[in-house]
């Protein structure tokens, strides 16, 4: 039998066999109209997907850190105050980001698995020294999704800029950057977008570019410098050739053919699939008698589910097993509960066949691992939520 899974990890994730195609394809020039058309689109896609007309896109060769980093060396001039929320790992890793360009940061954190506390922020912010915030809308080692809405809300209060990593959200929950005033939408191309590793995404508004205009001090990073990047995205955008570091040509190509799925989706459509499949996750998840990392079904992400291992049960023993039933998933990330718990990815071109396949290949696992539970409950309540 041939050897095939499927891949539900949290990135990378299952990609449609169009985009893979146009990774595939003989590559072209980069001032090749061609090429230029699909960079043009892709931006201009973007702003689609962001829910962000006014923004401005960036697309550069690199993974989601890279994202993070971007508008932190291109906002941060040494000695200012930044607020970082933290949901897990990635917040954590944030603070250390915006530590290295000189900032001054305060983290408010939850516990594993908790939300940040609001009031805590806010008083922070009451304080009115900070220049910007971050928050992590779902935290890819917790599966906890903070909701942007209200950072927006409370970032538009204290005028400080919000900056959203995306990447475990972007083109699968619901971001409405615009509305919302957030300043900074940013992912990565290997999950929810829908793109194989290799492109740092991201979205600013004017007053975030604004802000990085006005800056007193040089930008301390060459390749992310965003007086590089503006006039090549205004240049592709206005469909000019144009060269400032050579771009990924077949990822970008990818891009315009994942961003153009996105889109004839609809926006509204593909966040409600999302959350459909995350209910389903986390029935099937109840139903197997599994606690989950978030200590609240209603802060429990869309595109990731992060069930606790039941008793006698360890993620090396499990893991290969389902993986021998076809479905590979991840192991825990957070390192206070890193062997506690695993992790499965639902976000992208994702179906309500594979949520029922990898369901069905957890029960397979906990089966083999002596793990006593009613046998075909965890199918049963996520087919449930399907055909609700
Ligand atoms: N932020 C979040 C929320 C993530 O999930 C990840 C990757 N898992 C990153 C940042 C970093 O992205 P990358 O691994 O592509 O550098």
Request: hydrophobic share 45%; with cysteine; charged share 20%.
């Amino acid at each position: 039998m041939k050897d095939r899974t499927l891949l539900m990890i949290p990135g990378p994730i299952e990609f449609e066999p169009e985009v893979l195609s146009a990774l595939g394809a003989p590559t072209a020039s980069h001032v090749d109209p061609e090429f230029i058309e699909a960079f043009g689109k892709s931006l201009e896609r973007m702003r689609e997907v962001w829910l962000s007309p006014a923004g401005q896109p960036f697309v550069i060769a690199g993974s989601g850190t890279l994202a993070m980093d971007i508008p932190a060396a291109n906002l941060i001039e040494p000695g200012d105050n930044a607020l970082v929320l933290s949901t897990g790992y990635f917040g954590d890793r944030y603070a250390e980001i915006l530590a290295r360009y000189g900032a001054k940061v305060t983290t408010v954190s939850a516990e594993p698995g908790g939300m940040v506390d609001f009031d805590r922020i806010e008083a922070e912010l009451k304080k009115g020294s900070f220049k910007l915030l971050t928050f992590t809308h779902v935290d890819t080692s917790t599966a906890v999704r903070v909701e942007p809405e209200t950072i927006g809300k409370l970032g538009k209060k204290y005028g400080v800029l919000t900056i959203l990593d995306g990447v475990c959200s972007v083109a699968g929950e619901e971001i409405r950057q615009d509305e919302w005033g957030i300043d900074v939408v940013l992912t990565a191309s290997q999950k929810a977008v829908g793109v194989p590793p290799g492109l740092a995404l991201l979205v600013a508004g004017t007053k975030a570019i604004e802000t990085w205009k006005s800056r007193k001090t040089p930008v301390l990073n060459y390749y992310g410098d965003w007086k590089n990047w503006l006039p090549i995205m205004e240049a592709y955008e206005s469909r000019k050739p144009s060269y400032f570091a050579t771009p990924p040509v077949n990822l970008i190509f990818a891009l315009n053919v994942s961003l153009g799925h996105i889109i004839s989706e609809g926006m509204a459509a593909r966040f409600a699939r999302h959350k459909k499949i995350g209910q389903a996750c986390h029935a099937a998840i109840q139903a197997l008698g599994l606690d989950m990392v978030p200590k609240d079904i209603r802060f429990a992400a869309s595109t990731l589910s992060a069930p606790r291992y039941p008793n006698g049960v360890n993620g090396p023993d499990l893991l290969p097993k389902i993986k021998s039933a076809g479905v590979v998933l991840a192991g825990g990330l957070h390192s206070a509960i890193k062997n506690e718990y695993f992790r499965i990815g639902h976000m992208g071109a994702i179906k309500a066949g594979d949520v029922l396949a990898a369901v069905g290949a957890i029960e397979i696992g906990l089966s083999a691992c002596g793990y006593q539970f009613e046998k075909g409950a965890g199918v049963a309540a996520a087919q449930r939520i399907f055909l609700s």
